[in-house]
C-alpha cells in the first residue's frame, strides 16, 4: 500500500537506496515510537504535500517529528482497518464456497455409499446376435406414472426410463402419446442414476418392451421412435427384426475420440408393404426436419433455460413440479438434484453456448430457428410439417419446444415469434390421443 509513496519519493532520494528498500516495509511496524526520525523523513504528509526532506530539520523541530508519526500511525491503522475488513469478507466468501463445496461433497458421498456399495451389474443378454435383448426384466424400484391408452397394444408392454426436464425424453412422450400407446414412466436420478444401474448405457431415453420371450432396450430417442413406428406400420413384422436395421457402430474421430452412431436412425422400417398415403418426398423431408430438431433446435435450449444463475434455478424448480419429484425423490434427495443440477446445467449451457456458435443472445438465435420452421409450415399451406396431422417431424419440434414450456424462454419465444398457434394445435391433438395417466404416491416408502 506505500509502494506508491516510494515511487513519489524516489526522485529526491537516489541517495538513500538502502533506507528506501527497508521504507516499503514500514506497514510492519506496529511500534512507531521505534522507527528512527531519518526514516520517518522519507514519508509524505497525509494530503500528498511535499514532503521536507531535512533530517536536521526533523532532528531539530520535535513537534514536526510527533505530527509525522501521529500522521503515519492513522494512515496505517485505517489501511490495517480496511485491510481487515476486505479479508473478513473474503473469509465470508471463502467460507460460503466451502460449506456448499462440503455440502455437496457429503451429500454426493452418501448417495455413493448408500447406492453404489450395492451396485447392480448390467444384465446379462440372451442372444449374442442382439446385445440388448434380455431374458429377464430389469429390476425397477417403483413405477413413478402409469399412462393407459386406447390402441390395443397387448403384445407391447412399454416401460420408459426418462428424466423429466430432458427434451429427448418429451420427444419419446410426445410420440407415445400420440400414437395412443400404454407405457410405464421410471424417473431416473440424474445425478446418480441408480434406476439405470442395469444398463451399460447410461444416457435416457430408453424403453424396455416386453416381449412374448424376453425383453427388447431400445435407446436414442430417434431410434426409439423410428423403430416403434416402423412395428406400428406393419404390427406383423417382428421387433426383434426391426431393431437390427439400427446397428450401432463405433468409431474413432481424427482427434483419437471414441463414440457411437446409431445408424439409420431417422429411417422408418417399412418391409414389404408400401407406405399407405405417403410420398417418397415427404418421407424424405420428415427425415430432414428430424435430424434438424436434433441437431439444431434442441441445442438452443440450454443456453437458454440455463442463461443465468436465477433462470436455471428456476427451471429445476419447475422440473420438481412437473415431474413430481416430491412423491419421487427423498426430500434432500430432491434439493440434491435441484440445486446441484441447476448449477451444473449453469456452467454446461455457457459452454454449449459457444460450442454451437450461437449469437451473443441466445433468444435470438432460438427465435432465428423457430421463424425458420415456421416459414417451412407457412410455405407449404397447412397446419403442420405433416399437412393437416402431425408427422414425427412436428412431434420432434413439439418435444423440443415442450421441454421448456413453463420457462421464461418459453414466455420469451410465445411474445417474440408466431409459434403459439402452431404450438397450441400440437397441444390439443396430443391431449385428445393420450391416455388416461396416473401418479404413484411413493413419499412414504422413502
Known amino acids: 500500500m506505500f509502494f506508491p509513496i516510494c515511487r513519489i519519493v524516489s526522485r529526491p532520494l537516489r541517495g538513500y537506496p538502502e533506507e528506501l528498500l527497508e521504507f516499503s516495509n514500514l506497514s510492519r511496524y506496529r511500534h512507531l515510537s521505534s522507527i528512527p526520525l531519518h526514516r520517518l523523513a522519507f514519508l509524505e504528509n497525509s494530503k500528498r504535500r511535499p514532503l521536507l526532506l531535512s533530517v536536521s530539520h526533523t532532528f531539530n523541530n520535535p513537534g514536526y517529528a510527533d505530527k509525522l508519526r501521529r500522521s503515519f500511525a492513522q494512515h496505517n491503522f485505517q489501511s490495517d482497518a480496511n485491510a481487515d475488513s476486505a479479508k473478513k469478507g473474503s473469509n ?22 448408500k447406492n453404489m456399495r450395492q451396485k447392480s451389474v448390467p444384465i446379462a443378454n440372451l442372444d449374442s446376435g442382439n446385445s440388448l435383448w434380455f431374458s429377464e426384466p430389469p429390476p425397477i424400484d417403483f413405477i413413478a406414472k402409469k399412462v393407459v391408452g386406447s390402441r390395443d397394444t397387448r403384445d407391447l408392454q412399454l416401460t420408459l426410463f426418462q428424466y423429466e426436464p430432458c427434451p429427448f425424453c418429451k420427444k419419446v412422450r410426445a410420440f407415445l402419446d400420440f400414437a395412443g400407446l400404454s407405457y410405464d414412466v421410471v424417473e431416473v436420478n440424474p445425478v446418480t442414476k441408480k434406476q439405470l444401474g442395469w444398463s451399460a448405457y447410461k444416457k435416457v431415453p430408453i424403453i424396455i418392451v416386453k416381449g412374448e420371450e424376453g425383453y427388447q432396450q431400445l435407446n436414442d430417442s430417434s431410434m426409439i421412435i423410428s423403430s ?22 463405433d468409431f474413432q474421430d481424427g482427434d483419437g475420440k471414441k463414440g457411437s452412431e446409431i445408424m439409420n436412425r431417422y429411417f422408418l422400417m417399412f418391409g414389404d408393404k408400401e407406405p399407405a398415403g405417403r410420398s417418397k418426398e415427404s418421407i424424405v423431408e420428415e427425415r430432414r426436419w428430424r435430424k434438424w430438431s436434433d441437431d439444431v433446435l434442441m441445442h438452443t435450449l440450454s443456453p437458454n433455460i440455463y442463461r443465468t444463475w436465477e433462470e436455471s434455478l428456476e427451471a429445476f424448480n419447475m422440473f420438481s413440479k412437473n415431474g413430481d419429484w416430491e412423491h419421487i425423490f427423498p426430500q434432500w434427495e430432491r434439493q440434491m438434484v435441484i440445486y446441484v443440477g441447476a448449477a451444473v446445467m449453469y456452467i454446461i449451457g455457457k459452454r454449449l453456448k459457444k460450442r454451437h456458435n450461437l449469437l451473443d443472445d441466445a433468444r435470438q438465435s432460438l427465435y432465428n430457428e423457430v421463424n425458420y420452421f415456421l416459414k417451412t409450415v407457412k410455405a407449404k399451406g397447412t397446419h403442420f410439417i405433416g399437412g393437416d396431422v402431425p408427422n414425427l417431424a412436428d412431434l420432434a419440434v413439439y418435444g423440443c419446444i415442450s421441454s421448456i414450456d413453463g420457462t421464461r424462454t418459453f414466455d420469451d419465444l410465445m411474445r417474440n415469434t408466431k409459434l403459439s398457434p402452431w404450438y397450441e394445435a400440437m397441444c390439443r391433438i396430443i391431449d385428445s390421443r393420450r391416455g388416461k395417466m396416473s401418479l404413484s404416491k411413493l413419499a412414504d416408502q422413502h
Open 92 to 113: 465470508k466468501v471463502k467460507l460460503l464456497m466451502v460449506g456448499f463445496g462440503l455440502g455437496a461433497v457429503i451429500g454426493l458421498g452418501y448417495v455413493y455409499n
Open 228 to 249: 416403434l413406428a416402423s412395428y406400428l406400420e406393419d404390427a406383423q413384422q417382428d421387433l426383434q427384426k426391426i431393431v437390427k436395421y439400427y446397428p450401432q457402430v
